[in-house]
């Protein structure tokens, strides 16, 4: 099993720019996650998905946009990026246990 | 809404001492994860604790929800150089099925050899 897989694992942009950061994992899990991790600020979510087919804002949703493409895959897309948006970006999946498998994260830097 | 704070923010200590992290949490919790990242990789998860009076050890780290469950303590004995690292604490806020987990801000561990 690889768990859980991010890609690509560094990007950068321009403002403006668009991108989309990929997910997937191999675990069967009903439950993914996409966090931003900011220093001094630990890791906040961003958009979940409960099952396949259904996806819900978290904390910090604004100015990203979230397909479950199915099971497997979560994608996290970026329409105009902007220099607020550099961060670290973790996937994360859950199954019904209480805890959650994070990916290896993206570097994400917004010029 | 909830937060958790940990405490301290850094910590250096010499190999072999002993050290604790805090987590504390505004409003009761239902779910509290310890994670540890070492710097410029992933979350590898600890351990959980659900009940208050819990507690969970695994090899030198031992994890402590208290009775009122607001606060977790993660306690490291003989700390070694591969106890570095950023450990994060994480918290379920309420009972519903998404496990929307917030977290605290983190705190860095350096253990000097």
């Known amino acids: 099993n690889a768990g859980v897989t991010q890609t690509p694992k560094f990007q950068v942009l321009k403002t403006g720019q668009s991108m989309t950061l990929q997910c997937a994992q191999d675990?069967?899990?009903?439950?993914m996650y996409w966090y931003r991790q900011d220093p001094g600020m630990g890791l906040r979510l961003i958009y979940y998905s409960a099952s396949e087919g259904t996806t819900d804002k978290g904390e910090v949703p604004n100015g990203y946009n979230v397909s479950r493409l199915n099971k497997r895959e979560f994608s996290l897309r970026l329409e105009s990026a902007a220099p607020s948006q550099t961060s670290v970006y973790f996937c994360a999946s859950r199954l019904t246990s209480y805890e959650q498998y994070f990916g290896p994260g993206t570097r994400l830097t917004v010029t | 809404s909830q937060e958790l704070e940990q405490s301290p923010q850094s910590l250096i200590v010499q190999e072999g001492k002993n050290l604790t992290i805090n987590c504390t949490s505004s409003?009761?919790?239902?779910?509290l994860y310890w994670y540890k990242q070492k710097y410029g990789e992933g979350l590898i998860f600890l351990m959980m604790?659900?009940?208050?009076?819990e507690e969970k050890s695994h090899e030198k780290i031992t994890a402590k929800l208290d009775e009122k469950k607001q606060q977790s303590s993660l306690h490291i004995t003989a700390s070694q150089p591969s106890h570095a690292g950023i450990y994060l604490c994480g918290a379920v806020p309420r009972m519903d099925s998404s496990y929307k987990l917030i977290f605290g801000s983190g705190t860095r561990l350096l253990v000097r050899p």
């Open positions: 675990m069967n899990h009903n439950s």
């Open positions: 604790l659900q009940k208050g009076g």
């Open positions: 409003k009761t919790l239902y779910g």
